[in-house]
């Protein structure tokens, strides 16, 4: 099992930034692959942003290319999520999560996932 904790997530006003964070522990060795998903009230939980966890390979959405960066700190086995230039349509809950195989954009395919984290931008 891994367990995954998000923490970072606030109110902050359109154009600021705000990082959230993700720290994985228990079977981090089967944590290939670490996403950052979100979901808005009465919409479906859509993928943001991957990266593998040892490679460096990163993938993002067109929505938040360019504002949003993820990484990660192996020795503290924590990924960021680094997100600039913020817009209200970026409200959602956060949820990291993580897969053994590739990055891929489908939530179904996350095997684990942390509670998630509140990220609310006012206009």
């Known amino acids: 099992q891994v367990q995954l904790v998000e923490s970072g997530g606030g109110l902050v006003q359109a154009g600021y930034s705000l990082t959230v964070s993700c720290v994985a522990s228990?079977?981090?060795?089967?944590?290939?692959?670490m996403g950052w998903f979100r979901q808005a009230p009465g919409k479906e939980r859509e993928f943001v942003a991957g990266?593998?966890?040892?490679?460096?390979?990163?993938y993002y959405v067109d929505s938040v290319k360019g504002r949003f960066t993820i990484s990660r700190d192996i020795a503290k086995n924590t990924v960021y999520l680094q997100m600039n230039s913020l817009k209200p349509e970026d409200t959602a809950v956060y949820y990291c999560?993580?897969?053994?195989?590739?990055?891929?954009?489908?939530?179904?395919?996350?095997?684990?996932w942390g509670q998630g984290t509140q990220v609310t931008v006012s206009s």
């Open positions: 999560a993580s897969r053994l195989g590739p990055i891929t954009l489908r939530p179904d395919d996350y095997e684990y």
């Open positions: 228990g079977r981090t060795d089967r944590a290939n692959v």
């Open positions: 990266g593998t966890w040892r490679g460096g390979v990163t």
